[in-house]
C-alpha cells in the first residue's frame, strides 16, 4: 500500500512560485511504516491515475477554487480502488460534497497534523470512520515539513509557517472561521530548524505563510493595560515577545535569506516591530489594504485600517523600514463607484507599494459575506442543474464569475476596471520605476521585472480572464517566465549550514 498526496490544479505551471507546504506537512505527518508518500502538485504537471494501485491511500486537499478539479482526482483514485481522503479548507466546511462528488472514502475536518497518521492506522485496520476531526492543533504541534522529499528545480520560494489563526474579522475572509480567532505560535527553533532546512537545499527566497504575522497591537496592549485583570496583559506580551524572539533569531541566518509575509496595515504603526522585520531580513509583506474609503473599509468589518492621506502614512512607514508592500485591494464594494478605480491605483503609485494585486469582491464559502449571498434569490439560480450558490462544482467552462451583486455597477464593467487597473499599475515603465525603489543591481532589477510580470500573468490573466482563449495563452506565458525567473531565486545550496547558537540576541523592545 502507497500513500499519495495530491495538490489539485487545473493549471499546470511546470515551474510553480512557492511549494506547497499541506503536502510536505502530511508526507511528515505519514508514519514512517507506509514509506515515503508520493506527491504531485498538479500546479506542477497533472495527476497520473495509472500510477495509483488498488489498496493505495490518496490524500486529496482543497480549498474553493480546486475543490472541483479535486473531485474529479478523487473519482479517478477510486475507480482505480484507492481509498480517497479528502482534507482541506473546502472539505472542512463541505464533508458531504466531497463525498458525493470527489467519491470520498473518508473526510478530514480541520488541521491534518496529528489525525492524518490515525486516518492511516484506521485504513489498515480496516476501521475507516466516515469522518475525521482534526480539531486545531497547537502552536508546538505544528509538523515540520518534508522538505527532503521536495523535487529538485521546480520551485521558487520555500514556504514555512510561524503562526495559524487571526484575531480580525473581515467579512470577505475564511480565516478567522476556519484557523480561528486565537493565534497559534509555533515554536522559535521549530520554524528556524525549517528555514535552515530549506536553506541547505538552496532555497534563499521563504515565505512565512502566516495568517497573521502581527498577532498582537499596540491598540491591543493599550486596551489590555486599561483592564483591572492584567491576565490578557500579560498573554498578550508574551505573544509579542515570541515574535521578537523569532525575528532575533531569523537575523542569525545567513544574510542572503530574504523573508516574505503577510501582515495586518497595524504593523505600520509599530516602529519598534517594523526594526525587527528588517533586522530579520523580512523584506516583504502582504498587506491586506482592501479599500481606499473609510465607507468601503466599514462594509468588510475592516475600519481598523486607514484611508487617505493617513493610509499613505502607514503604507509608506513600512517602505522607511525595508518592508516592501504587496498591497492587496478589493473592488465591487457595495460604496465602490467607477471612479475608486483609478483613485486606487493612483493611491497605490503614492505610497509606493511595490507589488499590487486587485481582486473582485467574491463571496467565498466560510466566509461572512457568502452566508449573506447564498440567501439572496439570485444565488438559487441555477446553471444546468447546479445552483449558483454552489458556484465551485459549475464546469470552469460554463461557470460565470460570481461576484457579489453591486448597486450601481455590473459586474462586467467592474472586472473590465479591474483588468485595466492591473494593465497599468504593471506596464513595463512603471514597474522599472518602482524597481529603484526597491533594489539596486541591474540583476535584482530585471528580476523584480520578470517577478511583477510573472505574478501579472499568473494572477490577473488567470483569475479575472473570462476568455478561455487568454486564460490558456496566459498560462503557457507563465510556464516560460516562471522557469526563466526561477533561476534569479535560488541559491548554491548550503548542505552544511547549522542552526543558530541560540541567545546571541535578545533584545527586545520595552513594550509601550
Ligand atoms: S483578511 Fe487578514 S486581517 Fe482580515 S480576518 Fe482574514 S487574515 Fe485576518
Known amino acids: 500500500m502507497r500513500v499519495h498526496l495530491v495538490n489539485p490544479s487545473d493549471v499546470s505551471f511546470g515551474t510553480a512560485v512557492i511549494t506547497p507546504r499541506w503536502l510536505y506537512v502530511l508526507a511528515a505527518a505519514t508514519p514512517a511504516s507506509y514509506g515515503a508518500p508520493a506527491i504531485v502538485d498538479e500546479t506542477l504537471e497533472p495527476f497520473d491515475p495509472n500510477s495509483v494501485e488498488p489498496g493505495d491511500v490518496v490524500g486529496i486537499g482543497i480549498h474553493t477554487a480546486n475543490a472541483l478539479r479535486g473531485y474529479e482526482v478523487g473519482r479517478l483514485a477510486r475507480e482505480r480502488r484507492a481509498t480517497v481522503v479528502f482534507g482541506g479548507i473546502h472539505a472542512t466546511l463541505y464533508p458531504d460534497e466531497a463525498r458525493e462528488h470527489g467519491a470520498a472514502s473518508t473526510v478530514v475536518r480541520g488541521d491534518g497534523d496529528i489525525i492524518w497518521s490515525s486516518v492511516l492506522t484506521d485504513h489498515a485496520a480496516g476501521t475507516l470512520q466516515p469522518l475525521y476531526n482534526g ?15 521536495l523535487p529538485p528545480g521546480k520551485y521558487m520560494w520555500g514556504s514555512v509557517q510561524t503562526i ?39 532555497f534563499r527566497f521563504i515565505l512565512l505563510s502566516d495568517d497573521n504575522f502581527y498577532p498582537v497591537t499596540l491598540a491591543d496592549l493599550a486596551a489590555a493595560k486599561r483592564r483591572a485583570d492584567k491576565s490578557q496583559l500579560e498573554r498578550l506580551e508574551a505573544i509579542r515577545a515570541e515574535r521578537f524572539e523569532l525575528m532575533a533569531e531569523l537575523a542569525q541566518l545567513p544574510d542572503d535569506l530574504v523573508f516574505y509575509t503577510q501582515i495586518t496595515m497595524e504593523a505600520g504603526e509599530d516602529p519598534a516591530f517594523l526594526d525587527a522585520m528588517r533586522n530579520a531580513r523580512i523584506r516583504g509583506a502582504l498587506v491586506g489594504i482592501e479599500s481606499v474609503t473609510p465607507e468601503g473599509l466599514k462594509s468588510v468589518y475592516k475600519d481598523f485600517n486607514h484611508s487617505g492621506d493617513a493610509l499613505v502614512t502607514r503604507l509608506q512607514a513600512f517602505g522607511q523600514h525595508g518592508v516592501h508592500v504587496l498591497g492587496s485591494f478589493i473592488f465591487g464594494l457595495p460604496t465602490d463607484r467607477p471612479d475608486t478605480f483609478g483613485a486606487t491605483a493612483a493611491l497605490a503609485q503614492r505610497a509606493g507599494v511595490s507589488f499590487a494585486q486587485f481582486v473582485m469582491l467574491q463571496p467565498f464559502p466560510g466566509t461572512v459575506d457568502f452566508a449573506k449571498w447564498e440567501k439572496e434569490p439570485a444565488a438559487a439560480e441555477q446553471v444546468g442543474s447546479t445552483p449558483l450558490s454552489r458556484y465551485w462544482l459549475i464546469p470552469s ?10 448597486p450601481a455597477m455590473t459586474a462586467d464593467e467592474i472586472r473590465r476596471l479591474t483588468q485595466a487597473t492591473w494593465d497599468d499599475f504593471y506596464r513595463l515603465d512603471r514597474i522599472w520605476k518602482r524597481s529603484l525603489g526597491c533594489v539596486k543591481s541591474l540583476r535584482s532589477r530585471v528580476a523584480f521585472v520578470l517577478i511583477s510580470k510573472l505574478y501579472r500573468q499568473m494572477y ?26 526561477r533561476r534569479l531565486f535560488v541559491a548554491k545550496p548550503m548542505p552544511d549550514l547549522q542552526m543558530p547558537a541560540r541567545g546571541l540576541i535578545r533584545d527586545r523592545p520595552a513594550v509601550t
Do not use: M
Request: with cysteine; aromatic share 6%.
Open 460 to 485: 490577473a490573466n488567470t483569475g479575472i480572464a473570462t476568455d478561455s482563449a487568454r486564460v490558456a495563452r496566459s498560462a503557457r506565458r507563465a510556464r516560460v517566465l516562471a522557469k526563466l525567473v
Open 397 to 406: 467552462s460554463s461557470r460565470p464569475k460570481i461576484y457579489a451583486p453591486h
Open 164 to 202: 495559524r489563526g487571526c484575531p480580525k474579522h473581515c467579512s470577505f475572509c475564511s480565516v478567522w472561521r476556519t484557523d480561528g480567532q486565537k493565534p497559534r505560535q509555533r515554536g522559535v527553533d521549530d520554524v528556524v530548524r525549517e528555514v535552515v532546512a530549506l536553506r541547505r537545499k538552496g
Open 135 to 149: 480539531g486545531r492543533v497547537e502552536g508546538e504541534a505544528f509538523v515540520a515539513a518534508r522538505w527532503d522529499l
